[in-house]
């Protein structure tokens, strides 16, 4: 079955950076994007960005470019969220999901999710 | 950036009945709007893709439509287990753009 398993929570202090990981199986890990979205505390869905497996395009949120980056590990079926610069509004729980194949489709399957808190 | 208007925020209803929540787009999205269902603790999963077609699995108690740029989400025969916050996302331009969520309590 599908799944998608996120690396386990991080504490950084501002100014510092995260890298979270997102681990696929259970489908061709190239036939479909990923997205990132993040929740912060009590607050509702932001969408990041998202990246394509197959040929590496990137579309990132504007509010996050020069702040974000997303890459993908073909031989390990695995997905790479990046945030520099890290403020203490960037803590959050970040989702990675995998983008339906369709092209009209919503993210199908989601990680269990990674809480990044960011204090001093 | 295209906003998504979500309403109501919250609601109450009793097991049996029927909901409506309403997600308006400030600017054209055409068909591209999903719905999530997300429960407390939990990551959201997809209920409706493409505005009215439904995610494998997902019960056929959910459905959607769209009139224009104004897309509804309708639970019938509402049960305990929908207890949760639905979100409706924009997939039509960068950046995709959620709405604010809508709360559904039972009473």
């Known amino acids: ?13 501002p100014g510092v950076s995260v ?30 960005g998202w990246i394509s497996v197959k040929n590496g395009i990137t579309d990132f949120a504007q509010k996050f470019q020069g702040r974000l980056s997303m890459t993908t590990d073909t031989s390990t079926g695995t997905a790479y969220m990046e945030l520099r610069n890290l403020r203490s509004d960037d803590t959050a729980v970040y989702y990675c999901a995998r983008l339906g194949s369709g092209v009209v489709s ?15 | 950036d295209i906003q998504m208007t979500q309403s109501p925020s919250s609601l ?14 400030s600017q054209r999205v055409t068909r591209y709007l999903n719905w999530y269902q997300q429960k407390a603790g939990k990551a959201p ?4 893709y493409a505005a009215y077609r439904l995610q494998s699995g997902v019960p056929s108690r959910f459905s959607g439509s769209v009139s224009g740029t104004e897309f ?10 929908d207890v949760a916050t639905y979100y409706c996302q924009q997939s039509y ?6 709405g604010q969520g809508t709360n559904l309590e039972i009473k």
């Open chain 2, 45 to 48: 999963k997809l209920l409706i």
């Open chain 2, 12 to 25: 109450s209803a009793s097991v049996g009945d029927s909901v409506t929540i309403t997600c308006r787009a």
């Open chain 1, 19 to 48: 890298k979270v990981s997102c681990k696929a199986s259970g489908y061709t890990f190239a036939n479909y994007g990923i997205t990132w979205v993040r929740q912060a505390p009590g607050q509702g869905l932001e969408w990041l």
């Open chain 2, 72 to 81: 509804t989400l309708t639970i019938t025969r509402l049960q305990p287990d």
């Open chain 2, 93 to 98: 331009s960068s950046p995709q753009t959620f």
């Open chain 1, 106 to 120: 919503g993210c199908d399957y989601w990680g269990q999710g990674t809480l990044l808190t960011v204090s001093s």
């Open chain 1, 1 to 13: 079955q599908v799944q998608l398993v996120q690396s386990g929570a991080e504490v950084k202090k």
